[in-house]
C-alpha cells in the first residue's frame, strides 16, 4: 500500500478556507472539501481533527489574512476624505477575491452557527475587536477632538459598516447601492473630513 501524500497543513486551510468561505460550514461537504485542498479525508482528519477543526482553522486564516490587511490599511490610512475612501475600496475588494463577489466570512457563519458554536462565535467577536480598533486608530488621527467614547462608537459603527458591505456584495446588491453604502460610511466622520456624498472630488468609484 502506498504511502499517504504529504501535503502542507498551511496551504490546505488556506484552500478550506476558500471552500467555506463561498459554500459556508454546513454546505461544504468533505468531498468538496477534498476537492478544495487536494488533500484525502486522512490527511485532514488526522491534522485537523474534523471538519469543525479545519473550518476553526480557516477562520483564524480569515481573520489574519482578510481582516488583518484590511484593518492595517484603515489603521494608516490618510486622515482625511480620500484616505478612507482608498481604505474602504480595498476593504472592498478583499471582499471580492478574484472578482468573485463572497462577502463577509463572519457574516455567514453567523447566520450559520449563531448560539451552536462558542468557538465560531469567539472568532466572529475577535474579528469585530480587529475591525473596530482599526477604525479607532484612523478616528484619533481623523477626528482628534472627538472624545474616546465617540471615537469608540464611531469605529463600531464602522466596523458594522463593513458587516453591511460584506452582506451587499454577497447578495450581489447593484454597484450603484454599494457605492452609496460606502459614501455613507464616509459620512460618519466629522464634517472636517467628511467624505461629501455629492463632492464631484470624490467619487469611489473613481
Known amino acids: 500500500m502506498g504511502r499517504h501524500k504529504e501535503f502542507d497543513p498551511d496551504d490546505a486551510v488556506e484552500?478550506?478556507?476558500?471552500?467555506?468561505?463561498?459554500?459556508?460550514?454546513?454546505?461544504?461537504?468533505?468531498?468538496d472539501l477534498i476537492a478544495g485542498t487536494g488533500v484525502n479525508n486522512y490527511g485532514?482528519?488526522?491534522?485537523?481533527?474534523?471538519?469543525?477543526?479545519?473550518?476553526?482553522?480557516?477562520?483564524?486564516r480569515y481573520n489574519r489574512d482578510v481582516t488583518g490587511?484590511?484593518?492595517?490599511?484603515v489603521a494608516r490610512a490618510d486622515a482625511s476624505p480620500e484616505g478612507?475612501?482608498?481604505?474602504?475600496?480595498?476593504?472592498?475588494?478583499?471582499?471580492?477575491?478574484?472578482?468573485?463577489p463572497l462577502g463577509c466570512f463572519v457574516c455567514t457563519s453567523m447566520v450559520e452557527m449563531s448560539g451552536t458554536d462558542e468557538q465560531a462565535a469567539e472568532l466572529a467577536a475577535r474579528n469585530r475587536r480587529i475591525l473596530s480598533q482599526g477604525f479607532v486608530r484612523?478616528?484619533?488621527?481623523a477626528v482628534p477632538e472627538d472624545s474616546e467614547p465617540a471615537r469608540?462608537?464611531?469605529?463600531?459603527?464602522?466596523?458594522?459598516?463593513?458587516?453591511?458591505?460584506?452582506?451587499?456584495?454577497?447578495?450581489?446588491?447593484?454597484e450603484p447601492l454599494i457605492l452609496d453604502h460606502l459614501r455613507g460610511l464616509c459620512a460618519l466622520i466629522r464634517p472636517a473630513t467628511r467624505c461629501q456624498a455629492?463632492?464631484?472630488?470624490?467619487h469611489l468609484n473613481d
Open 138 to 141: 484612523f478616528l484619533q488621527r
Open 69 to 73: 490587511p484590511l484593518v492595517r490599511g
Open 15 to 31: 484552500s478550506a478556507l476558500k471552500v467555506f468561505w463561498r459554500k459556508g460550514y454546513h454546505d461544504a461537504s468533505l468531498k
Open 84 to 100: 478612507l475612501r482608498d481604505a474602504l475600496r480595498g476593504a472592498k475588494e478583499r471582499l471580492t477575491p478574484g472578482g468573485e
Open 152 to 174: 469608540r462608537t464611531n469605529a463600531g459603527l464602522l466596523a458594522n459598516g463593513i458587516y453591511t458591505l460584506g452582506l451587499l456584495i454577497r447578495s450581489r446588491s447593484p
Open 198 to 202: 455629492g463632492s464631484a472630488s470624490l
Open 44 to 60: 485532514l482528519f488526522l491534522v485537523f481533527g474534523s471538519k469543525h477543526g479545519l473550518y476553526l482553522a480557516a477562520f483564524e
